[in-house]
């Protein structure tokens, strides 16, 4: 195969080669949708999903081990009668958008929305039309549209007629529309989404928020995910790869191809197969294996994530009638019993976080400049492993893990049979699950960033030990069957699933919170490997930092102990005083957390106890943090309006809350997102942040000083200081004078002085390691607000309408440090191709709309996230502005 039959291109790494001759086409269809919420009038129940899911389950008969059991569907044709399927019905007042689309995020937030779901309205059904015109040179092709992500429920008609759809929100899949396309003319694609309240634990979006793909193929052609890659055997000479292929026949006659296989190290060739020859009847499909052997291979790893690309070229005829590429990696993966995880060979530590699928300000449309960021901050601090909680994820997340060298626990499931919620998953298991699984193998299976398929997340069956047991062994089945190079995970909160028989249903074990049971889980399952799968779920406010009084403390000590005695326990030991307090429940006020990082719910933790965890049993391949980065819904502790009296520092806050109290019966509560994050919502380093760096990325010189240095009010008071460092002591000094020189202790990684006394000035920490200078930290007292300051995370932005740049507003003083408790509203406009796209400050009790052109403040900081207008390249110029502060501009290039 030469060169010359060639055109390539790099897209986040990724190889795609493509010939002048092949007639495959894969094209975006996310532009010039139109978009309405809710049902015509009479629909009523008609689409409901226990009315038509006869019609939806053909779509997913291919992952079945049973496809045939599935193929028909009902005589005529599904809601031939309303209106919003009909070609011919006007959508001109629709909304016209452009792909991916979450309608939730748009707002208004609402104190009625439950917090758990990030109060916004992402509930309810929407539809989307969109007229296209295939050209009449499309005759004899096959038509494909591929929906990457619909929340949820999608049901898809094309010229009025049904195609097919696919309920779960979180699957890829696609639909054939070829018997219903008509070329040279208009065609109109609609499709309805319903989004069932009391679905979700979580903010799960509601719209088309995933890419959609049009994808034009030849009749006969490798089918869709029809290729398997697998890497048996490597050493440092050679390494073997088989590569097994699905070629589908959607002609009306069989077919005889050859088939000819080639491996690319970027533009060149490595490895070539002797072409194969199959036959394959009408309208049935034939699978194709081939052996290739690749010299010297370049192993995928962390540091150095090599890609290769599988070129599958089918040639009918004498001639190129698909021509398919596969990426893929070679590296080889282990999980043992005693020395935890290994790559290539080595033992490596999983320093791994869970994310939710949502992009903060962005909601769930999903945008991969906005997830590359998110992984950047997160690589920056010492991760390499990433848990897609609890769904599969957008494909495009999988590439950039693939590029960037970070590995991937994918999970599938929240719930199995049983649900946690009125319309839980669970509706949909006995219809679907063995269908979403097998699509998401499928999928994701040549991605070498995956190492762990996970089957569930706290579901409610592990503790139960029969349907646990074998529902967990009937799921590693189904993954063994599509891939058989990977492990099975699940995500167990029980502690009871790692000893009644759940446990032998997986190959690894996960762990979520029980750092105090890893040794009990090794004695007595020695040969099952054992992860952290989820960990620690400390919670805290970016910039707030909370000091109890005396009386506080005193006050506080006395309503443990009456609580205590009321469930006939005995009172809590006492502990001295100390204004932060170590207990893990405190630290909560101004419906915000305390950032001294001690403070988790009653199932968590704070970092440094899972870190001991970990260190204590080596034979634990790692954690995965709950969360690497806030997330919209679950804003624990403040879950919902309260009935009680909440600490608030100010007596205008705790007036109101008294009111609300006295006249509602209740203190309504708005949080809205999450606290867990190490980094907030809006993409700030939260302290913790660098806690982790500390401990993740010993080889990093650094050091981090917490709290701030601006407390007027606790002059002469004891004020506690904390400093994160890799180094191994570390020497403070307030205003020049020392405060003492302290060395870590085992398992201890964070530093303490608890008695320093606050005075305006300078905090500086000077950290060792071995003995010798290693990273130097300062926090000064700052003036009062004076200016604006902006800085875009990236200058130069493609001019392509979804690559985005990521400006950070800080709130400075005249020699420009951040003034810490600054909340000031700024606003903002753009001059030159470009638009905001969202605003966000991580206030996770803020109601204001990230829709908008203006924001406050939160301790400091605020985002403006700004996009290039498609194909319209330029000058954009940000201009910010703020009563009483000096104004700031950035200007960025798209091109």
């Given at each position: 195969?030469?060169?010359?039959?060639?055109?390539?291109?790099?897209?986040?790494?990724?190889?795609?080669v493509?010939?002048?001759?092949s007639?495959?086409?894969r094209?975006?269809?996310?532009a010039?949708?139109?978009?309405?919420k809710?049902?015509?009038?009479?629909v009523?129940?008609?689409?409901?999903?226990a009315?038509?899911?006869?019609?939806?389950?053909?779509?997913?008969?291919?992952?079945?081990?049973?496809?045939?059991?599935?193929?028909?569907?009902?005589?005529?044709?599904?809601?031939a009668?309303?209106?919003?399927?009909?070609?011919?019905?006007?959508?001109?007042?629709w909304?016209?958008?452009?792909?991916?689309h979450d309608?939730?995020?748009?707002?208004?937030?609402?104190?009625?929305?439950?917090?758990?779901?990030?109060?916004?309205?992402?509930?309810?059904?929407?539809?989307?039309?969109?007229h296209?015109?295939?050209?009449?040179s499309?005759?004899?092709?096959?038509?494909?549209?591929?929906?990457?992500g619909?929340m949820a429920?999608?049901?898809?008609?094309?010229?009025?007629r049904?195609v097919?759809?696919?309920?779960?929100?979180?699957?890829?899949f696609?639909?054939?529309?070829?018997?219903?396309?008509?070329?040279?003319?208009?065609?109109?694609?609609?499709?309805?989404?319903?989004?069932?309240?009391?679905?979700?634990?979580?903010?799960?979006?509601?719209?088309?928020?995933?890419?959609?793909?049009l994808?034009k193929?030849?009749?006969?052609?490798?089918?869709?995910?029809g290729?398997?890659?697998?890497?048996?055997?490597i050493?440092?000479?050679?390494a073997?790869?088989?590569?097994?292929?699905?070629?589908?026949?959607?002609?009306?006659?069989p077919?005889?191809v050859?088939?000819?296989?080639?491996?690319?190290?970027?533009?060149?060739?490595?490895?070539?197969?002797a072409p194969?020859s199959a036959?394959?009847t009408?309208?049935?499909?034939s699978?194709?294996?081939?052996?290739?052997?690749?010299?010297k291979?370049?192993?995928?790893?962390?540091a150095?994530?090599q890609?290769?690309?599988?070129?599958?070229?089918?040639?009918?005829?004498?001639?190129?009638?698909?021509?398919?590429?596969?990426?893929?990696?070679?590296?080889t993966?282990?999980?043992?019993?005693?020395?935890g995880?290994h790559?290539?060979?080595?033992?490596?530590?999983?320093?791994?976080?869970?994310?939710h699928h949502?992009?903060?300000?962005?909601?769930a449309?999903?945008?991969?400049?906005?997830?590359?960021?998110?992984l950047?901050?997160?690589k920056?601090?010492?991760?390499n492993?990433?848990?897609?909680?609890?769904?599969?994820?957008?494909p495009?997340?999988?590439?950039?893990?693939?590029?960037?060298?970070?590995?991937?626990?994918?999970?599938?499931f929240?719930?199995?049979?049983?649900?946690?919620?009125?319309?839980?998953y669970?509706?949909?298991w006995?219809?679907?699950?063995?269908?979403?699984?097998?699509?998401?193998?499928?999928?994701?299976?040549?991605?070498?960033?995956?190492?762990?398929w996970?089957i569930?997340?706290?579901?409610?069956?592990?503790?139960?030990?029969?349907?646990?047991?074998?529902?967990?062994?009937s799921?590693?089945a189904?993954?063994?069957?599509?891939?058989?190079?990977?492990?099975?995970?699940?995500?167990s909160?029980?502690s009871d699933?790692?000893?009644?028989?759940?446990?032998?249903?997986?190959?690894?074990?996960?762990?979520?919170?029980?750092?105090?049971?890893?040794?009990?889980?090794?004695?007595?399952?020695?040969?099952?490997?054992?992860?952290?799968?989820?960990?620690?779920?400390?919670?805290?406010?970016?910039?707030?930092?909370?000091?109890?009084?005396?009386?506080?403390?005193a006050?506080?000590?006395?309503e443990?102990?009456?609580?205590?005695?009321?469930?006939?326990?005995a009172?809590?030991?006492?502990?001295?005083?100390s204004?932060?307090?170590e207990?893990?429940?405190?630290?909560?006020?101004?419906?915000?957390?305390?950032?001294?990082?001690?403070?988790?719910?009653?199932?968590?933790?704070?970092?440094?106890k899972?870190?001991?965890?970990?260190?204590?049993?080596?034979?634990?391949?790692g954690?995965?943090?709950?969360?690497?980065?806030d997330?919209?819904?679950?804003?624990?502790?403040y879950?919902?309006?309260?009935?009680?009296?909440l600490?608030?520092?100010?007596?205008?806050g705790?007036?109101?809350?008294a009111?609300?109290?006295?006249?509602?019966?209740k203190?309504?509560?708005?949080?809205?997102?999450?606290?867990?994050?190490?980094?907030?919502?809006?993409?700030?380093?939260?302290?913790?942040?660098y806690l982790?760096?500390?401990?993740?990325?010993?080889?990093?010189p650094?050091?981090?000083?917490?709290?701030?240095?601006?407390?007027?009010d606790r002059?002469?008071?004891?004020?506690?200081?904390h400093?994160?460092?890799s180094?191994d002591?570390?020497?403070?000094?307030l205003?020049?004078?020392?405060q003492g020189?302290?060395?870590?202790?085992?398992?201890?990684?964070?530093?303490?002085?608890?008695d320093v006394?606050?005075?305006p000035?300078?905090?500086?920490?000077?950290?060792?390691?071995?003995?010798q200078?290693?990273?130097?930290?300062?926090v000064?007292?700052?003036?009062?607000?004076?200016?604006?300051?902006?800085?875009?995370?990236r200058?130069?932005i493609?001019?392509?309408?979804?690559?985005?740049?990521?400006?950070?507003?800080?709130v400075a003083?005249?020699?420009?440090?951040?003034?810490?408790?600054?909340?000031?509203?700024?606003?903002f406009?753009?001059?030159?191709?470009?638009?905001?796209?969202?605003?966000?400050?991580?206030?996770?009790?803020?109601?204001?709309p990230?829709?908008?052109?203006?924001?406050?403040?939160?301790?400091?900081?605020?985002?403006?996230?700004?996009?290039a207008?498609?194909?319209?390249?330029?000058?954009?110029?940000?201009?910010?502005?703020?009563?009483?502060?000096?104004?700031?501009?950035?200007?960025?290039e798209?091109?």
């Amino acid at each position: 195969m030469k060169l010359h039959y060639f055109f390539l291109c790099l897209l986040f790494g990724k190889l795609l080669v493509a010939a002048p001759d092949s007639p495959r086409e894969r094209l975006s269809f996310n532009a010039d949708w139109r978009f309405t919420k809710g049902d015509p009038a009479g629909v009523g129940t008609q689409l409901a999903y226990a009315n038509i899911k006869t019609w939806l389950l053909p779509s997913g008969a291919a992952f079945t081990a049973d496809p045939a059991a599935q193929l028909k569907r009902p005589e005529g044709n599904l809601a031939a009668d309303v209106a919003y399927t009909q070609p011919g019905f006007n959508d001109s007042s629709w909304r016209s958008l452009t792909l991916p689309h979450d309608w939730g995020i748009e707002g208004p937030f609402s104190q009625k929305i439950p917090g758990e779901t990030g109060k916004l309205p992402w509930a309810g059904i929407g539809w989307y039309r969109k007229h296209f015109t295939v050209p009449a040179s499309s005759t004899g092709q096959q038509t494909f549209l591929e929906i990457d992500g619909a929340m949820a429920y999608a049901a898809v008609w094309c010229n009025g007629r049904f195609v097919g759809g696919w309920p779960y929100g979180y699957s890829s899949f696609q639909l054939d529309l070829t018997p219903y396309l008509k070329t040279g003319a208009d065609n109109v694609v609609a499709i309805r989404l319903d989004n069932p309240e009391a679905s979700s634990r979580w903010y799960p979006g509601g719209g088309i928020y995933r890419n959609v793909w049009l994808v034009k193929t030849a009749p006969v052609h490798v089918a869709h995910w029809g290729t398997y890659v697998t890497t048996p055997q490597i050493t440092p000479a050679s390494a073997t790869v088989n590569l097994r292929a699905t070629f589908a026949n959607d002609s009306a006659s069989p077919a005889t191809v050859t088939v000819k296989t080639s491996i690319f190290d970027g533009a060149q060739l490595v490895a070539e197969a002797a072409p194969q020859s199959a036959s394959i009847t009408a309208g049935q499909s034939s699978v194709l294996s081939t052996q290739l052997t690749v010299p010297k291979p370049k192993l995928w790893d962390l540091a150095t994530p090599q890609r290769y690309t599988a070129v599958t070229l089918v040639e009918q005829a004498g001639r190129v009638v698909d021509r398919y590429e596969t990426p893929f990696g070679i590296r080889t993966i282990a999980f043992t019993a005693d020395d935890g995880f290994h790559l290539n060979g080595r033992r490596v530590q999983l320093y791994g976080v869970c994310n939710h699928h949502d992009l903060g300000a962005l909601g769930a449309a999903f945008n991969t400049r906005a997830a590359e960021r998110q992984l950047e901050i997160l690589k920056d601090m010492g991760v390499n492993a990433l848990r897609t909680s609890h769904n599969p994820p957008a494909p495009e997340l999988l590439d950039l893990c693939d590029r960037m060298g970070i590995l991937v626990m994918d999970e599938s499931f929240d719930c199995w049979k049983r649900g946690k919620k009125g319309g839980d998953y669970n509706k949909l298991w006995d219809d679907w699950h063995e269908q979403d699984l097998r699509a998401e193998y499928r999928r994701d299976r040549n991605h070498p960033s995956i190492i762990l398929w996970s089957i569930g997340n706290e579901v409610i069956e592990l503790r139960d030990k029969v349907a646990g047991p074998a529902i967990a062994a009937s799921l590693t089945a189904i993954a063994h069957e599509e891939d058989s190079t990977r492990p099975t995970v699940l995500g167990s909160n029980a502690s009871d699933a790692s000893y009644n028989g759940v446990q032998k249903g997986v190959d690894v074990m996960g762990q979520n919170y029980q750092f105090g049971g890893y040794g009990r889980f090794r004695r007595e399952n020695p040969t099952i490997p054992l992860l952290g799968s989820e960990t620690a779920s400390c919670v805290s406010s970016r910039g707030e930092y909370f000091f109890e009084t005396p009386e506080q403390f005193a006050a506080l000590a006395a309503e443990a102990a009456k609580q205590a005695a009321a469930k006939g326990k005995a009172a809590p030991k006492e502990i001295p005083y100390s204004p932060v307090s170590e207990d893990k429940g405190r630290g909560k006020s101004d419906l915000q957390v305390s950032s001294y990082d001690l403070y988790a719910p009653g199932w968590g933790c704070p970092p440094d106890k899972e870190f001991i965890g970990q260190e204590t049993s080596p034979h634990v391949a790692g954690e995965f943090v709950w969360t690497g980065f806030d997330y919209l819904g679950e804003p624990t502790p403040y879950n919902g309006d309260s009935t009680n009296m909440l600490n608030f520092h100010d007596a205008e806050g705790q007036a109101d809350m008294a009111r609300q109290l006295k006249e509602l019966g209740k203190i309504q509560v708005p949080s809205r997102s999450s606290y867990f994050g190490i980094v907030d919502l809006a993409g700030f380093k939260k302290d913790r942040f660098y806690l982790y760096q500390a401990h993740w990325r010993p080889e990093l010189p650094m050091a981090h000083i917490l709290p701030h240095w601006n407390w007027p009010d606790r002059v002469g008071l004891v004020t506690p200081v904390h400093v994160y460092t890799s180094g191994d002591e570390a020497e403070l000094f307030l205003n020049g004078v020392s405060q003492g020189r302290k060395k870590k202790e085992i398992h201890e990684y964070r530093l303490r002085w608890n008695d320093v006394v606050y005075q305006p000035g300078e905090l500086k920490v000077v950290a060792y390691k071995n003995g010798q200078p290693w990273a130097t930290e300062v926090v000064k007292t700052t003036g009062a607000a004076s200016k604006l300051l902006l800085s875009a995370d990236r200058n130069r932005i493609r001019a392509t309408g979804t690559d985005l740049s990521f400006v950070t507003v800080t709130v400075a003083d005249a020699a420009g440090l951040l003034v810490p408790r600054s909340k000031n509203l700024v606003t903002f406009s753009v001059t030159g191709p470009g638009e905001i796209v969202a605003v966000d400050n991580g206030d996770a009790t803020s109601f204001e709309p990230f829709q908008a052109s203006q924001r406050k403040a939160y301790n400091g900081l605020a985002l403006v996230i700004i996009r290039a207008k498609p194909d319209v390249p330029g000058a954009i110029k940000l201009h910010a502005e703020s009563a009483g502060l000096a104004p700031a501009d950035v200007t960025l290039e798209g091109f």
